[in-house]
C-alpha cells in the first residue's frame, strides 16, 4: 500500500545538508568569510528547494481531500467508495512516514548543537 519514494528521501537530504550548512556559518565565518557566506548561499537555496517541496506535497494532499470530498464522505461512511478508502489509505501512508519526525528531530539536534557552540565561540574561548 505505502509507495516508497526515492524523491522524497532526496529532499530529506536536501533539509539535512541545508540544516547543517545553516547552523555551521558562524563558526565558518570565524575560519573564512569565503566559507562563512558559501554555507549560508548553500543553506539558504537548500531551505527554499526543500520547502517548495514540502509545500507542493501538502497542496497536493489539500487537493485529493478537497476534490475526493473526503473529510465530507468521512461523516457519512456509506458514502464512501473504493477509491476513497484507497486515497485516506494513501494519505495515512504518507503522514505514517518517518522521514518528516527523522527531519525535524535532526533540526532539532543540529540546531540545539549549535547554539551551545555558537554561545561557546562568542562568549567563553
Not at 5 to 12: P, R, T
Not at 15 to 44: C, D, E, Q
Request: proline share 2%; hydrophobic share 55%; aromatic share 18%.
Amino acid at each position: 500500500m505505502c509507495q516508497k519514494e526515492d524523491l522524497s528521501w532526496i529532499f530529506v537530504a536536501i533539509g539535512f545538508i541545508s540544516t547543517v550548512a545553516i547552523r555551521i556559518v558562524t563558526i565558518l565565518m570565524n575560519i573564512s568569510p569565503f566559507w562563512g557566506k558559501f554555507s549560508w548561499y548553500l543553506g539558504v537555496v537548500g531551505f527554499i528547494a526543500f520547502f517548495a517541496y514540502k509545500y507542493r506535497v501538502f497542496v497536493e494532499r489539500a487537493r485529493i481531500i478537497r476534490d475526493q470530498q473526503l473529510l465530507e464522505k468521512l461523516s457519512n461512511p456509506e458514502k464512501l467508495e473504493e477509491e476513497d478508502y484507497h486515497a485516506i489509505a494513501l494519505m495515512l501512508c504518507k503522514i505514517r512516514a518517518h522521514k518528516e519526525r527523522i527531519n525535524f528531530l535532526f533540526i532539532f539536534v543540529i540546531s540545539f548543537l549549535s547554539l551551545i557552540l555558537a554561545v561557546y565561540f562568542d562568549f567563553i574561548a
